[in-house]
C-alpha cells in the first residue's frame, strides 16, 4: 500500500509543478526547454526555449515598427564559464496595425500562438555541470488595440550533467 501512495505521489508532482509555474491571467508562459548538440564541457550547444502565448494575446518581436511598442527581450544570468552569444528572435507573425494620425496600416510583427527563441552557448573546459541559468523574458503583452504595461517572465535554463563517455 505504501508503494502504491509513493507512486501516486511521484506522479502527482510533475503536474503540481506545471500547475504552480503558470500564474493565472500570464499572457505568455514557458512551455519547453531543449538542446540541441553537446551539453558538456568544453563544447557548444543550442538551448531552445519554446514559449507559448496565450489565446487572444500578441507580443511585439524584439524589433518594432511602432514606437509605442516595446521589443521582447530575454536576460540570462551566467557563470563565467558560459558565453552566451546573441539569441535567435524570430520574425513573428505580420499584421497591419492603424495608426492615428496614419492614413495607410503599418506592416509590423507580434508573436502569438507560441514562439521559440534560440541561445547559442558556449560552454568553458571548466564549466560545473548541471548548471542553472537564471533568467527573464521581458514583453509588453497586448489583446487588440489595448497593449499592458511591460511584464517579466522570471524562469531556469538548467544544463543537465552530461552522460559518461561511452566505453569503447
Not at 502527482?12 to 500570464?26: T, V
Not at 526555449?49 to 521589443?71: C, D, H, M, T, Y
Not at 533568467?135 to 489595448?146: C, D, M, N, V
Request: aromatic content about 6%.
Amino acid at each position: 500500500m505504501k508503494h502504491l501512495l509513493r507512486l501516486a505521489l511521484i506522479f502527482s508532482l510533475p503536474h503540481a509543478a506545471l500547475a504552480q509555474a503558470k500564474k493565472a491571467g500570464e499572457p505568455v508562459t514557458l512551455d519547453t526547454v531543449s538542446f540541441v548538440g553537446d551539453v558538456r564541457p568544453g563544447s557548444n550547444c543550442v538551448a531552445v526555449l519554446n514559449f507559448k502565448v496565450e489565446k487572444g494575446w500578441s507580443i511585439p518581436n524584439n524589433r518594432p515598427v511602432l514606437r509605442q511598442e516595446i521589443a521582447t527581450q530575454l536576460g540570462i544570468t551566467a557563470p563565467r564559464t558560459i558565453t552566451i552569444l546573441p539569441v535567435n528572435f524570430p520574425g513573428g507573425v505580420p499584421k497591419q496595425v492603424q495608426v492615428p494620425g496614419i492614413a495607410q496600416p503599418v506592416a509590423t510583427m507580434y508573436y502569438e500562438d507560441s514562439f521559440s527563441l534560440q541561445v547559442p552557448l558556449l560552454l568553458g573546459q571548466n564549466v560545473a555541470l548541471p548548471a542553472t541559468l537564471p533568467s527573464i523574458l521581458a514583453y509588453q503583452p497586448a489583446q487588440g488595440t489595448k497593449r499592458l504595461p511591460v511584464k517579466q517572465l522570471r524562469f531556469e535554463i538548467k544544463l543537465p550533467r552530461p552522460a559518461p563517455p561511452a566505453a569503447k
